[in-house]
């Protein structure tokens, strides 16, 4: 059964970057011919799509957030990466990792982590 | 960017009772190459990730109770919960993934009434 988990730091400083894992289990990322997206929800709010990436390399960013994401792959570790540089207060929020459900990032996220909170504060 | 609205922002209604979410994106979703609509409802419980419910618009996630279907074409699309269990309550977000970057709704909020 496949498995998404999110780690990394809950707390971090403005200005510094965030970095988050999601390990991928029950499956192999290089093997399964999946896009793997990155999603996001502040606190009491609604979500927002940070960017998704094929085993290859091939990335999509959201537009409003491109010039500060970076999402990676390791196929030798079965994970995904994320970096956000620059945060602020406004990237407080629940991060989530998901999986699009074919090889194509045009698709539905039909499997999610059940997400790490990270907190931007000084 | 496509944006994704949903009416009500929440509702109550009693237990056995039909549930209709709308959602309207501001451009049609509609895939030209398999003619179904790029579009997806979730459910999210409290301190849960959302899960996928509905996608193409009407095509029933593998184990989803089939008292949730979903309807509509180009910009108007909806989300029926037939006969509402005690268990259905959470918040309800659409989402496009017909163009990048993928947005949602900004959820509907159903309790029981």
């Known amino acids: 059964q496949l498995q998404l988990q999110e780690s990394g730091p809950g707390l971090v400083k403005p200005s510094e970057t965030l970095s988050l894992t999601c390990t991928v289990s029950?499956?192999?990322?290089?093997?399964?011919?999946?896009?793997w997206g990155w999603i996001r929800q502040p606190p009491g709010k609604g979500l927002e799509w940070i960017g998704s990436?094929?085993?290859?390399?091939?990335?999509y960013y959201n537009p409003s957030l491109k010039s500060r994401v970076t999402i990676s792959v390791d196929t030798s570790k079965n994970q995904v990466s994320l970096k956000l540089n620059s945060v602020t207060a406004a990237d407080t929020a629940m991060y989530y990792c998901?999986?699009?459900?074919?090889?194509?990032?045009?698709?539905?996220?039909?499997?999610w982590g059940l997400g790490t909170l990270v907190t931007v504060s000084s | 960017d496509i944006v994704m609205t949903q009416s009500p922002d929440s509702l109550a209604v009693s237990l056995g009772e039909r549930v209709t979410i709308n959602c309207k994106s501001s451009?049609?979703?509609?895939?030209?190459?398999?003619?179904?609509?790029?579009l997806g409802w979730y459910q999210q419980k409290p301190g849960l990730p959302p899960k996928l419910l509905i996608y193409?618009?009407?095509t029933r996630e593998s184990g989803v109770p089939d008292r949730f279907s979903g309807s509509g074409s180009g910009t108007d699309f909806t989300l029926t919960i037939s006969n509402l269990q005690a268990e259905d309550v959470a918040v309800y977000y659409c989402?496009?993934?017909?163009?990048?970057?993928?947005?949602f709704g900004q959820g509907t909020r159903l309790e029981i009434k």
């Open positions: 029950g499956g192999s990322i290089s093997s399964s011919s999946y896009y």
């Open positions: 193409w618009a009407s």
């Open positions: 451009h049609p979703v509609l895939y030209s190459s398999n003619n179904k609509n790029s």
């Open positions: 998901a999986r699009h459900a074919t090889a194509t990032t045009y698709e539905r996220l039909d499997s």
């Open positions: 990436i094929y085993y290859s390399g091939t990335t």
């Open positions: 989402h496009q993934y017909y163009s990048i970057p993928f947005t």
